[in-house]
């Protein structure tokens, strides 16, 4: 790993570590992961020597989180759909009706949580069709590449013509993802409950706070490290014409 000219989002899928000390200097690692520390200090106005200093501090040799790396894609498409898909399934509803009770509880003094109910119910809805499009056209896909890859057998051309396509779509709906729960953030500083928060208050932002890191380690699986290995898999393929 060469922490001066390497890409963000490769660091993170080298070493899971590299994502607690981007995520503290505020550095997207999931759907801007395509840009080096430089870049990324740059559009934020940071001094990259403290991050190369904290990165260097890392202890090597180390046994650390998953090295997801080195899975195979149809592994890691389970992975993705039986972890995070099924988070995202489950928490949802919890959250929708923790955040409805505040909005009808709390709304007259907070009136921000309005807003908080509203990007959220739109980040279940679009979540929901964009875990579907993974499930029923993007994940059987890749799993037919791997199928193809080990009996060497071609691989029919798929009615999107090519991998890129939903790719691209995906990762679109990512950024679309991450623009919003950065809002939220900045509504609810940073998941800091108010003074007058009640125990549910406190629930409601500290699952939130959650939502937001098990999606930003879904995308970044899917944008660093599933979605280039599959581009390079279908390359690497022979299609059927």
């Known amino acids: 790993m060469n922490t001066r000219t390497d890409f963000i989002g490769n660091m993170v899928a ?8 981007f995520k503290r200097h505020g550095i997207d690692f999931c759907c801007k992961g395509g840009r080096t520390i430089e ?10 020597e403290k991050i190369y200093e904290e990165l260097d501090a890392l202890p090597k040799n180390e046994s650390f989180s998953i090295d997801f790396n080195s899975w195979p894609l149809d592994l890691l498409t389970d992975y993705i759909e039986k972890t995070h898909h099924r988070y995202v399934e489950e928490k949802t509803l919890v959250l929708q009706a923790f955040l409805d009770k505040l909005c009808k509880v709390h709304g007259g003094r907070h009136p921000e949580l309005f807003e908080i109910n509203s990007l959220f119910n739109e980040s279940a809805y679009d979540l929901a ?17 791997v199928k193809a890859k080990i009996s060497g057998s071609p691989l029919p051309k798929p009615h999107f013509e090519t991998v890129e396509n939903p790719v691209h779509m995906m990762e679109h709906e990512h950024t679309v993802e991450g623009d919003r729960f950065r809002r939220i953030a900045e509504i609810t500083n940073e998941y800091l409950p108010p ?36 581009i390079r898999l279908e390359k690497e393929s022979a299609v059927e014409s």
Not at 131 to 145: A, H, R, T, Y
Not at 212 to 222: A, F, K, M
């Open 14 to 21: 080298e070493d899971f570590r590299t994502a607690a000390i």
């Open 39 to 48: 870049e990324a200090c740059s559009h934020k106005k940071l001094a990259p």
């Open 129 to 145: 069709a964009h875990m579907k499009k993974e499930e029923l056209i993007l994940f059987p896909f890749v799993k037919n590449m």
């Open 195 to 230: 003074a007058d928060a009640c125990n549910t208050y406190k629930v409601a932002f500290a699952m939130l706070q959650d939502f937001e890191n098990d999606l930003h380690q879904h995308i970044h699986l899917e944008n660093n490290i599933l979605f280039p290995k599959a």
